[in-house]
């Protein structure tokens, strides 16, 4: 079996992982990149919308662009990052100090590292309705990735579930596409993503119908419709349902972090649901309760990509200084300003609930 080593492991090349992998070279670590793709960017090159954030964060700049700029940043080190694709982390044997590799489907290898960052990114999340199994019914990632990744649509009429900003995005990179929405349907009474956004589908002639969900999807081989349903304020059915025609269902239902390797890793895990799952307890330098490991991005908590690519930051300063390497003063305590900066105010508000409740000052107090 073949096995190398190096000082870092960055599990993940989406903005997280570049983040820690260029923070961690700045300061003369050696650094792995493993990335289950064919490239870096993880989700950021999917965006062509300009993003929110800090103007550090590159706030107004579209996502495919900040991808470009984090690869720009971490090839300015050379050979001291190197970089797996196709290469997906699948195992975690700390008595060993290795991880097992996988490329591809058939080709398994070690990788011994001091120290991992873990920047996995997030999963979708799925509902159960009757037909969910059939031909044309995606999650939003899927949809995204068809679009944007390899220019095909997914269909000719969506019904889109969901009214977050994963939903109200995709939505109109559909139409942008000729693709025709049918409806939104949010389960809740109030929209869930930026009002800019909701307001830019709206104007195209979208409905977005709060209250609703999906009952079952229609069709034998393939998707035809679905029948939608109106919700009462205890989200049991309030009416008769109705039929849409459609041949495609998107359902942009939520995220939830990526962290079997952090089981495996015996870190101690905690459910928080404003952060959208079970993350890990972290400190301040994102390290978790396994002394080897930190983590960064949507693998700590569902956010955002400014907030990740901070996290990333601090936890590859932070990796590296166990190993000897010095981080130039007053660094950590910029990024960890940003952080504040970027959760503060009424919209911050959860996530600055959730962090809190998996925050530790220090680990021999846990
Ligand atoms: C439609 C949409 C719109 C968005 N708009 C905005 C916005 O306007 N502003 C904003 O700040 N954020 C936005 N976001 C959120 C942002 O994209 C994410 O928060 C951000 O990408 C998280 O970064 P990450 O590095 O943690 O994860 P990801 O970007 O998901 O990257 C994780 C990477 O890890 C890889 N990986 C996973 N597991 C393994 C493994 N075991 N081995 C090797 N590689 C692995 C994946 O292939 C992926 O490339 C949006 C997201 C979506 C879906």
């Known amino acids: 079996m073949r096995e190398f080593s190096t000082d870092i492991l960055v599990i993940g090349g989406g903005p997280a992982g570049l983040s820690a992998a260029a923070e961690a070279a700045s300061?003369?670590?050696?650094?792995?990149?493993?990335?289950?793709?064919?490239?870096?960017?993880?989700?950021?090159?999917?965006?062509?919308?300009?993003?929110?954030?800090?103007?550090?964060?590159?706030?107004?700049?579209?996502?495919?662009?900040?991808?470009?700029i984090l690869k720009d940043e971490i090839s300015q080190y050379?050979?001291?990052?190197?970089t797996m694709f196709n290469t997906t982390i699948v195992g975690y044997y700390g008595d060993e100090g290795i991880v097992t590799a996988?490329?591809?489907?058939?080709?398994?290898f070690h990788i011994s590292?001091?120290?991992?960052?873990?920047?996995?990114?997030?999963?979708?999340?799925l509902i159960p309705f009757p037909n969910n199994d059939i031909p044309g019914v995606y999650g939003a990632g899927a949809v995204q990735t068809l679009m944007n990744v390899y220019g095909i649509v997914p269909g000719r009429r969506v019904l889109m579930v969901g009214a977050g900003n994963i939903g109200l995005i995709v939505t109109y990179q559909l139409l942008q596409t000729g693709v025709e929405v049918a409806a939104i349907l949010e389960a809740t009474p109030r929209i869930g993503g930026y009002w800019v956004h909701a307001a830019k589908v709206r104007r195209m002639g979208v409905p977005i119908l709060l209250r609703h969900s999906i009952k079952r999807a229609t069709g034998d081989q393939v998707v035809t419709g679905a029948d939608i349903v109106?919700?009462?304020?205890n989200f049991s059915e309030a009416g008769l349902s109705e039929h849409v025609e459609c041949d495609t269902i998107c359902l942009a239902v939520g995220l939830t972090p990526t962290n079997e390797l952090l089981w495996q890793a015996g870190c101690r895990m905690r459910y928080t649901p404003y952060l959208c799952g079970h993350v890990p307890l972290r400190d301040a330098s994102?390290?978790?309760?396994?002394?080897?490991?930190?983590?960064?991005?949507?693998?700590?908590?569902?956010?955002?990509?400014s907030a990740a690519m901070i996290e990333g930051r601090i936890a590859g300063?932070?990796?590296?200084?166990?190993?000897?390497?010095?981080?130039?003063?007053?660094?950590?305590?910029?990024?960890?300003?940003?952080?504040?900066?970027?959760?503060a105010g009424e919209v911050g508000e959860k996530i600055r609930a959730g962090v809190a409740s998996v925050a530790v000052a220090e680990w021999g107090n846990v």
């Open 317 to 343: 300063l932070s990796a590296a200084e166990s190993l000897g390497y010095k981080a130039p003063p007053g660094k950590f305590d910029r990024y960890r300003s940003r952080l504040r900066n970027l959760r």
């Open 113 to 125: 590292p001091k120290k991992i960052v873990v920047a996995c990114g997030a999963q979708e999340r």
């Open 102 to 108: 996988m490329v591809g489907e058939e080709d398994y």
């Open 286 to 305: 994102m390290r978790t309760s396994n002394e080897n490991i930190w983590i960064a991005g949507d693998s700590s908590g569902i956010e955002e990509a």
């Open 230 to 233: 109106e919700l009462d304020e």
């Open 78 to 82: 050379g050979d001291r990052v190197r």
């Open 27 to 68: 300061t003369g670590a050696g650094v792995t990149i493993a990335e289950s793709e064919r490239r870096l960017g993880g989700q950021l090159v999917k965006q062509s919308h300009k993003f929110f954030g800090g103007k550090e964060e590159h706030a107004g700049t579209r996502g495919y662009e900040i991808a470009k």
